[in-house]
Protein backbone atom coordinates (compact mmCIF):
# COMPACT_ATOMS: atom_id res chain seq x y z
CA UNK A 1 0.00 0.00 0.00
CA UNK A 2 2.42 2.40 0.77
CA UNK A 3 4.45 1.94 -2.04
CA UNK A 4 1.32 2.68 -4.62
CA UNK A 5 0.95 5.87 -2.39
CA UNK A 6 4.18 6.42 -2.80
CA UNK A 7 4.52 6.19 -6.76
CA UNK A 8 1.03 8.18 -6.38
CA UNK A 9 2.73 10.78 -4.86
CA UNK A 10 5.92 10.44 -7.73
CA UNK A 11 3.36 10.70 -10.52
CA UNK A 12 1.34 13.65 -9.18
CA UNK A 13 4.12 15.49 -8.41
CA UNK A 14 5.91 15.03 -12.07
CA UNK A 15 2.49 15.78 -14.09
CA UNK A 16 2.83 19.09 -11.73
CA UNK A 17 6.06 20.22 -12.72
CA UNK A 18 5.31 19.13 -16.62
CA UNK A 19 2.24 21.34 -15.94
CA UNK A 20 4.41 24.33 -15.09
CA UNK A 21 7.58 23.86 -17.59
CA UNK A 22 4.71 23.55 -20.23
CA UNK A 23 2.73 26.70 -19.26
CA UNK A 24 6.26 28.18 -19.32
CA UNK A 25 6.87 27.29 -22.45
CA UNK A 26 3.92 28.02 -24.32
CA UNK A 27 3.87 31.45 -22.25
CA UNK A 28 2.02 33.26 -25.32
CA UNK A 29 1.36 37.37 -25.20
CA UNK A 30 0.60 40.24 -27.27
CA UNK A 31 -1.03 40.21 -30.09
CA UNK A 32 -1.07 43.94 -29.72
CA UNK A 33 -0.62 45.17 -32.92
CA UNK A 34 -4.47 45.51 -33.67
CA UNK A 35 -5.07 47.30 -30.34
CA UNK A 36 -1.68 49.21 -31.06
CA UNK A 37 -3.53 50.81 -34.06
CA UNK A 38 -6.49 52.02 -31.59
CA UNK A 39 -4.83 53.45 -29.47
CA UNK A 40 -2.08 55.06 -31.77
CA UNK A 41 -4.91 57.25 -32.90
CA UNK A 42 -6.34 58.68 -29.77
CA UNK A 43 -2.99 59.54 -28.49
CA UNK A 44 -2.79 61.92 -31.77
CA UNK A 45 -5.49 64.43 -29.78
CA UNK A 46 -3.63 63.96 -26.32
CA UNK A 47 -0.27 64.58 -27.53
CA UNK A 48 0.44 67.61 -24.92
CA UNK A 49 3.97 69.55 -25.38
CA UNK A 50 6.39 69.28 -21.80
CA UNK A 51 8.63 71.05 -20.13
CA UNK A 52 9.38 68.32 -17.58
CA UNK A 53 12.37 66.93 -19.72
CA UNK A 54 15.93 67.19 -17.98
CA UNK A 55 18.13 68.34 -20.73
CA UNK A 56 21.30 66.82 -19.46
CA UNK A 57 19.33 63.59 -21.06
CA UNK A 58 20.18 63.58 -24.35
CA UNK A 59 18.46 60.62 -25.30
CA UNK A 60 15.24 62.24 -24.39
CA UNK A 61 15.74 65.37 -26.72
CA UNK A 62 15.35 62.50 -29.83
CA UNK A 63 11.76 62.13 -29.28
CA UNK A 64 9.40 64.54 -30.35
CA UNK A 65 6.80 64.96 -27.27
CA UNK A 66 6.09 63.22 -24.51
CA UNK A 67 2.74 61.61 -23.86
CA UNK A 68 1.36 58.48 -21.67
CA UNK A 69 0.21 56.73 -25.00
CA UNK A 70 1.20 53.59 -25.99
CA UNK A 71 2.87 54.36 -29.14
CA UNK A 72 3.90 51.96 -31.98
CA UNK A 73 5.94 54.72 -34.14
CA UNK A 74 6.78 57.97 -33.91
CA UNK A 75 6.40 60.62 -36.38
CA UNK A 76 10.60 61.58 -36.11
CA UNK A 77 13.06 61.18 -38.36
CA UNK A 78 15.79 58.68 -37.17
CA UNK A 79 19.28 59.31 -36.59
CA UNK A 80 21.70 57.63 -39.32
CA UNK A 81 23.60 56.59 -36.52
CA UNK A 82 23.01 56.91 -32.15
CA UNK A 83 25.27 55.82 -29.72
CA UNK A 84 23.63 54.53 -26.84
CA UNK A 85 24.81 54.05 -23.80
CA UNK A 86 24.23 50.92 -21.96
CA UNK A 87 26.39 51.52 -19.06
CA UNK A 88 23.68 52.24 -16.40
CA UNK A 89 22.22 48.96 -16.60
CA UNK A 90 20.27 46.83 -14.02
CA UNK A 91 18.42 43.38 -14.63
CA UNK A 92 14.90 43.56 -14.47
CA UNK A 93 14.40 41.09 -12.57
CA UNK A 94 16.05 38.69 -10.37
CA UNK A 95 15.87 35.64 -12.60
CA UNK A 96 18.57 35.01 -15.63
CA UNK A 97 16.06 32.30 -16.97
CA UNK A 98 14.48 33.17 -20.87
CA UNK A 99 12.10 31.49 -22.02
CA UNK A 100 11.06 32.90 -25.04
CA UNK A 101 13.62 34.70 -27.56
CA UNK A 102 12.51 37.71 -29.50
CA UNK A 103 11.70 36.98 -33.52
CA UNK A 104 9.31 34.66 -35.53
CA UNK A 105 7.27 32.50 -33.86
CA UNK A 106 6.17 30.03 -36.34
CA UNK A 107 3.36 28.23 -34.08
CA UNK A 108 1.24 31.63 -33.97
CA UNK A 109 2.81 32.89 -37.42
CA UNK A 110 3.62 36.30 -36.00
CA UNK A 111 6.44 37.81 -34.34
CA UNK A 112 7.45 37.94 -30.78
CA UNK A 113 8.79 41.47 -29.93
CA UNK A 114 10.39 40.62 -26.29
CA UNK A 115 12.09 38.29 -24.35
CA UNK A 116 10.04 37.09 -22.00
CA UNK A 117 12.05 35.90 -18.34
CA UNK A 118 10.88 33.48 -16.08
CA UNK A 119 9.82 35.21 -12.95
CA UNK A 120 6.88 34.28 -10.15
CA UNK A 121 3.86 36.25 -9.13
CA UNK A 122 4.96 39.04 -6.63
CA UNK A 123 9.12 38.90 -7.47
CA UNK A 124 10.27 42.60 -7.90
CA UNK A 125 10.48 44.40 -11.91
CA UNK A 126 12.68 46.89 -11.79
CA UNK A 127 13.96 50.01 -14.36
CA UNK A 128 16.48 48.82 -16.40
CA UNK A 129 17.96 51.68 -16.90
CA UNK A 130 17.35 55.65 -15.64
CA UNK A 131 14.48 57.32 -17.45
CA UNK A 132 10.81 58.61 -16.78
CA UNK A 133 8.01 56.62 -16.24
CA UNK A 134 5.93 57.05 -19.55
CA UNK A 135 3.27 54.63 -19.93
CA UNK A 136 1.27 52.82 -16.61
CA UNK A 137 -1.62 50.87 -18.11
CA UNK A 138 -3.71 47.70 -18.66
CA UNK A 139 -3.73 45.77 -21.76
CA UNK A 140 -6.55 42.87 -21.11
CA UNK A 141 -5.65 41.17 -24.33
CA UNK A 142 -2.14 42.11 -24.71
CA UNK A 143 0.34 43.34 -22.58
CA UNK A 144 -1.47 42.95 -19.17
CA UNK A 145 -0.37 45.08 -16.51
CA UNK A 146 2.53 46.98 -18.18
CA UNK A 147 4.68 50.07 -17.64
CA UNK A 148 7.11 51.80 -20.94
CA UNK A 149 10.08 53.98 -19.27
CA UNK A 150 11.79 56.40 -21.81
CA UNK A 151 15.51 56.18 -20.88
CA UNK A 152 18.21 58.82 -21.01
CA UNK A 153 19.99 56.64 -23.06
CA UNK A 154 17.75 57.50 -25.87
CA UNK A 155 15.90 53.75 -25.45
CA UNK A 156 12.49 52.90 -24.20
CA UNK A 157 11.61 49.73 -22.42
CA UNK A 158 8.11 47.73 -21.78
CA UNK A 159 7.30 45.38 -18.84
CA UNK A 160 4.17 43.16 -19.75
CA UNK A 161 1.79 40.94 -17.90
CA UNK A 162 3.10 42.12 -14.03
CA UNK A 163 0.67 41.69 -11.14
CA UNK A 164 1.26 45.02 -9.93
CA UNK A 165 2.06 48.63 -10.70
CA UNK A 166 4.57 50.59 -8.43
CA UNK A 167 5.32 53.61 -10.13
CA UNK A 168 3.01 56.50 -11.38
CA UNK A 169 3.48 57.97 -14.96
CA UNK A 170 5.60 61.16 -15.56
CA UNK A 171 7.64 60.09 -12.04
CA UNK A 172 11.64 59.84 -12.73
CA UNK A 173 13.50 56.51 -11.93
CA UNK A 174 16.79 55.34 -11.30
CA UNK A 175 18.10 51.78 -12.77
CA UNK A 176 17.14 48.93 -10.40
CA UNK A 177 14.24 51.17 -8.79
CA UNK A 178 11.53 48.93 -8.36
CA UNK A 179 8.89 49.44 -10.97
CA UNK A 180 6.10 46.56 -10.03
CA UNK A 181 5.60 43.10 -9.45
CA UNK A 182 5.74 40.17 -11.35
CA UNK A 183 2.59 38.27 -12.69
CA UNK A 184 0.74 36.34 -14.97
CA UNK A 185 -2.03 39.39 -16.72
CA UNK A 186 -2.87 39.77 -20.13
CA UNK A 187 -2.45 37.56 -23.13
CA UNK A 188 -0.05 35.30 -21.05
CA UNK A 189 -0.21 31.56 -19.81
CA UNK A 190 2.52 31.31 -16.97
CA UNK A 191 4.05 34.06 -15.40
CA UNK A 192 6.69 35.71 -16.84
CA UNK A 193 8.26 39.13 -17.63
CA UNK A 194 7.89 40.25 -21.10
CA UNK A 195 10.40 42.83 -21.48
CA UNK A 196 10.85 44.93 -25.16
CA UNK A 197 13.60 47.47 -26.30
CA UNK A 198 12.91 49.81 -28.50
CA UNK A 199 14.69 53.04 -29.95
CA UNK A 200 12.27 55.46 -31.35
CA UNK A 201 9.53 53.13 -31.58
CA UNK A 202 11.96 50.47 -33.67
CA UNK A 203 12.38 47.19 -31.69
CA UNK A 204 15.87 46.09 -30.83
CA UNK A 205 16.02 42.62 -29.92
CA UNK A 206 17.16 43.09 -25.70
CA UNK A 207 19.40 39.63 -26.17
CA UNK A 208 21.47 42.08 -28.63
CA UNK A 209 22.25 44.69 -25.52
CA UNK A 210 21.41 42.22 -22.64
CA UNK A 211 22.79 39.09 -21.92
CA UNK A 212 19.82 37.85 -19.17
CA UNK A 213 21.83 34.81 -17.69
CA UNK A 214 24.70 37.06 -16.94
CA UNK A 215 22.56 40.09 -15.81
CA UNK A 216 24.64 42.20 -17.57
CA UNK A 217 24.61 44.69 -21.04
CA UNK A 218 27.07 42.90 -23.45
CA UNK A 219 28.84 46.19 -24.28
CA UNK A 220 29.27 49.76 -22.53
CA UNK A 221 27.69 51.26 -25.68
CA UNK A 222 25.17 49.85 -28.52
CA UNK A 223 25.24 51.99 -31.99
CA UNK A 224 22.00 52.15 -33.46
CA UNK A 225 22.42 51.98 -37.54
CA UNK A 226 19.31 53.49 -39.56
CA UNK A 227 18.28 50.76 -42.05
CA UNK A 228 21.13 48.71 -41.10
CA UNK A 229 21.90 46.18 -38.20
CA UNK A 230 22.94 47.57 -34.64
CA UNK A 231 26.82 46.94 -33.09
CA UNK A 232 28.38 46.85 -30.13
CA UNK A 233 31.16 49.25 -28.90
CA UNK A 234 32.96 50.31 -25.81
CA UNK A 235 34.48 47.68 -23.26
CA UNK A 236 32.57 44.00 -24.36
CA UNK A 237 31.07 42.05 -21.11
CA UNK A 238 29.56 39.13 -22.37
CA UNK A 239 29.27 37.97 -25.91
CA UNK A 240 26.41 38.94 -28.70
CA UNK A 241 23.99 35.63 -29.43
CA UNK A 242 23.58 35.08 -32.90
CA UNK A 243 21.00 37.43 -34.86
CA UNK A 244 17.60 36.46 -33.81
CA UNK A 245 15.60 34.64 -36.12
CA UNK A 246 13.74 36.80 -37.84
CA UNK A 247 12.83 34.06 -40.56
CA UNK A 248 11.57 30.94 -40.23
CA UNK A 249 14.40 28.76 -40.14
CA UNK A 250 15.33 26.65 -43.62
CA UNK A 251 14.36 22.88 -43.87
CA UNK A 252 18.15 21.85 -43.37
CA UNK A 253 18.59 23.82 -40.00
CA UNK A 254 15.26 23.04 -38.43
CA UNK A 255 16.53 20.00 -36.69
CA UNK A 256 19.85 22.21 -35.29
CA UNK A 257 20.15 22.19 -31.44
CA UNK A 258 19.54 25.60 -30.65
CA UNK A 259 22.67 27.01 -28.79
CA UNK A 260 22.26 28.93 -25.37
CA UNK A 261 24.36 31.41 -23.95
CA UNK A 262 24.32 29.28 -20.89
CA UNK A 263 22.89 26.59 -18.69
CA UNK A 264 20.46 27.49 -16.09
CA UNK A 265 19.34 25.56 -13.09
CA UNK A 266 16.15 25.92 -11.39
CA UNK A 267 16.32 24.97 -7.79
CA UNK A 268 14.49 22.48 -5.72
CA UNK A 269 12.96 21.67 -2.23
CA UNK A 270 15.93 20.85 -0.15
CA UNK A 271 18.54 21.86 -2.89
CA UNK A 272 22.11 23.27 -1.38
CA UNK A 273 24.46 25.31 -3.32
CA UNK A 274 27.02 22.42 -2.86
CA UNK A 275 24.29 20.17 -4.19
CA UNK A 276 24.31 22.30 -7.10
CA UNK A 277 28.06 22.56 -7.41
CA UNK A 278 28.36 19.05 -7.17
CA UNK A 279 25.83 17.74 -10.01
CA UNK A 280 27.41 20.48 -12.36
CA UNK A 281 31.01 19.59 -11.54
CA UNK A 282 31.95 22.75 -10.43
CA UNK A 283 32.80 24.21 -7.30
CA UNK A 284 30.71 26.31 -5.22
CA UNK A 285 32.98 29.44 -5.62
CA UNK A 286 33.07 28.93 -8.73
CA UNK A 287 28.86 28.71 -8.82
CA UNK A 288 28.84 31.76 -6.61
CA UNK A 289 31.09 33.79 -8.67
CA UNK A 290 29.25 33.13 -11.77
CA UNK A 291 25.62 33.88 -9.90
CA UNK A 292 27.49 36.94 -8.23
CA UNK A 293 26.09 35.67 -4.73
CA UNK A 294 27.73 34.77 -1.38
CA UNK A 295 28.38 31.45 -0.43
CA UNK A 296 26.28 31.66 2.53
CA UNK A 297 23.33 32.91 0.17
CA UNK A 298 19.66 31.89 0.77
CA UNK A 299 18.01 29.80 -2.36
CA UNK A 300 14.73 30.34 -2.85
CA UNK A 301 12.63 26.92 -4.65
CA UNK A 302 12.43 28.04 -8.45
CA UNK A 303 15.56 30.39 -8.36
CA UNK A 304 17.54 30.29 -11.66
CA UNK A 305 21.14 29.38 -11.24
CA UNK A 306 23.11 29.26 -13.96
CA UNK A 307 25.72 26.30 -14.13
CA UNK A 308 27.97 27.50 -17.77
ZN1 LIG B 1 6.65 37.87 -24.53
Same mark, same amino acid.
Given at each position: ?8 ? +? ?7 ? +? ?20 ? *? ?16 ? @??? $??? !? ?6 ? *? ?11 ? $? ?5 ? +? &?????? *??? @?????? =????? @?? &?????? =??? /? ?12 ? !????? =? ?6 ? %? ?13 ? /? ?11 ? @? ?14 ? !?????? !??? %? ?9 ? %? ?8 ? #? ?30 ? /???? *????? /? #??? &? ?6 ? #? ?7 ? +? ?20
Amino acid at each position: MNTIRTVLA +CLALTATSL +CAQAQDLLADHVPADRHIRALD *SISLFRITPIQEFNLTNP @GME $LYP !EWNNQYAK *SYDVKKPNEYTID $LRQFHAP +C &DSRLVT *SHY @GYRRQF =GRNHY @GT &DIKLYT =GDT /VRAAFNGKIRVVAY !EGRGY =GNYVIIRH %DNGLETVYGHMSKHL /VRENQTVKAGEPI @GLGGNTGRSTGSHLHF !ETRFLG !EFI %DPEQLIDFAAQ %DVRADYYVYR #KNAKGTLAGNARAKAPVAANDEAPKRSEQSAP /VKRP *SKTYL /V #KKG &DTLTAIAK #KHGMTVQEL +CRLNLIKENANLRVGQAIRCS
